[in-house]
């Protein structure tokens, strides 16, 4: 009895730990409207996955102030076609981005066995404000 009682309390701790941390994919921001993101590219360098593309701020009169991010998921397929999420980054921009205006950006994931991920794809890529 006394192990269900640290485990469930264990638990517990996990679930709202979670809930409160500011974890990439996270459904309470307000996601950043008429932007778009072109020359999306992907590489692999010394144990990182690398993102890297350019965002533009298609709106024709609202500048997007400061801070704001830009965060993707990091997936890989293996050889059987299931697809594996390995992880997720965001970058925090302390910039303004001026309507019409594009910015280059960078996101990068460390891994232990980069050769694992070589094909690696990014999906979920958004502009969000906090």
């Given at each position: ?23 990439t ?35 024709q ?70």
């Amino acid at each position: 009895m006394k192990l269900l009682n640290t485990l469930s309390l264990i638990s517990i701790i996990l679930v709202f730990s979670c809930e409160t941390a500011n974890l990439t994919g996270s459904e309470n921001v307000s996601e950043i409207e008429n932007v778009s993101f072109s020359q999306v590219n992907t590489t692999v360098s010394n144990n990182v996955l690398i993102a890297n593309g350019i965002i533009t701020n298609d709106n024709q009169s609202v500048s997007i102030s400061p801070p704001w991010y830009i965060e993707c998921q990091y997936y890989h397929t293996n050889s059987t076609g299931n697809t594996f999420l390995i992880g997720g980054e965001s970058t925090t921009i302390n910039n303004a981005l001026p309507a019409g205006i594009s910015l280059e950006w960078t996101l990068e994931h460390h891994v232990d066995n980069v050769e694992n991920y070589i094909n690696f794809t990014i999906s979920d890529l958004r502009a969000y404000k906090n």
